[in-house]
């Protein structure tokens, strides 16, 4: 069994990988400073918290002195509009952080990192499927940040034999999402309306076109890229469906009330992935369809 760091482990995704990696008997440590929201729910009886900003390197270096066979890491400031609003303090919790994280694994001699990135770092594609071979041009603070991390990783690897992969996530949702706030996802965000009665806010015109990837995908994803032998030297990697809906879509299949609202400055139209570079190297497909997602939600708040 291992012994593995996860960054931002108190947040949605991270829940889910932390959960995953206690049943399959691992060793897990927690660092986050609940900067997303400190939840109750998401916090696991048998791995260990630690109240850490991933922007204090000394105090990351003394956690990581204990030893550590991998870090996941996912601590981040994520959400495109808030980085808009706000580019200074996401680059110095995405962008730096990251870079901490980069160095304390490395003085650390932690083997491998895996690193949560996300299809925004893409930006508006003219092609789709998405192919990591696509040239990356980000149109927001946050989808820089995670094209940087994934640089910066790759970098360290080449300079410093740091094993590192970057995992491109498309739009994520399941159990334990974040229904709270101006930022909150849009199918917790639909799924809270719905619960209190209220008008699912479609942004914009709704043809908006996302690639939806259950949580349990990526975190299957996250733990075969830390086990592979296939990676480490920087790749890239989608993580997603390929079978994208709208936000219409979603609206039909969570079934309710809706109304327009002006829509956000940064968001890009479609996205698709190409997941076969996953499946090529770590052996990973898709295995919840949006409808079964979609149900397992709707059961579990009762609509
Ligand atoms: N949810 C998605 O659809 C999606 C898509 C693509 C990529 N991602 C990436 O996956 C990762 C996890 O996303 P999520 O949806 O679970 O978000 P989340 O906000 O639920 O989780 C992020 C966690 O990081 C923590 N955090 C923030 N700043 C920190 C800091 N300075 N130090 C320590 N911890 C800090 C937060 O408290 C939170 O618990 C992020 O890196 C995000 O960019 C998410």
């Not at 949605?12 to 691992?26: S, W």
């Not at 491998?112 to 041009?137: H, Q």
């Amino acid at each position: 069994m291992s012994k593995y760091l996860v960054t931002g482990g108190a947040g949605f995704i991270g829940t889910n990988i932390v959960k995953m990696l206690l049943e399959k008997g691992h060793e897990v440590v927690v660092v986050d400073n609940y900067a997303g929201g400190y939840k109750e729910e998401r916090i696991q009886e048998k791995a260990r918290y630690i109240d850490l900003d991933i922007r204090n390197l000394e105090a990351l270096n003394v956690i990581c002195a204990e030893g550590f066979d991998g870090i996941f890491h996912l601590a981040a400031l994520p959400r495109v509009t808030f980085s808009v609003e706000n580019p200074i303090l996401t680059h110095d919790v995405n962008v730096n952080g990251t870079l901490n994280v980069l160095i304390a694994a490395r003085d650390n001699k932690i083997k491998r990192i895996v690193f949560s990135s996300s299809s925004s770092a893409y930006g508006n594609l003219e092609t789709f499927p998405a192919k990591e071979d696509m040239k990356a041009v980000p149109i927001s603070p946050y989808a820089l940040h995670k094209f940087i991390g994934e640089n910066y990783g790759r970098i360290f690897s080449e300079l410093y034999g740091l094993e590192f992969v970057s995992l491109r996530y498309f739009n994520v949702y399941g159990p334990y999402f974040d229904p709270e706030g101006a930022y909150a996802l849009v199918i917790g965000k639909f799924i809270k309306q719905v619960k209190n009665s209220e008008p699912m806010t479609i942004c914009g015109d709704g043809e908006y076109y996302r690639d939806y990837t259950h949580v349990d995908d990526v975190a299957k994803a996250n733990i075969l890229a830390m086990e592979s032998g296939n990676v480490g030297k920087g790749e890239v990697l989608n993580i997603g469906n390929n079978n994208p809906h709208s936000v219409n879509d979603l609206v039909k299949m969570i079934g309710g009330e809706s109304v327009f609202v002006p829509e956000r400055p940064g968001d890009v139209r479609f996205t698709q992935a190409d997941y076969s570079k996953a499946k090529e190297l770590l052996g990973w497909e898709p295995t919840v369809t949006l409808e079964k997602g979609i149900e397992e939600l709707k059961k579990e708040w009762g609509i």
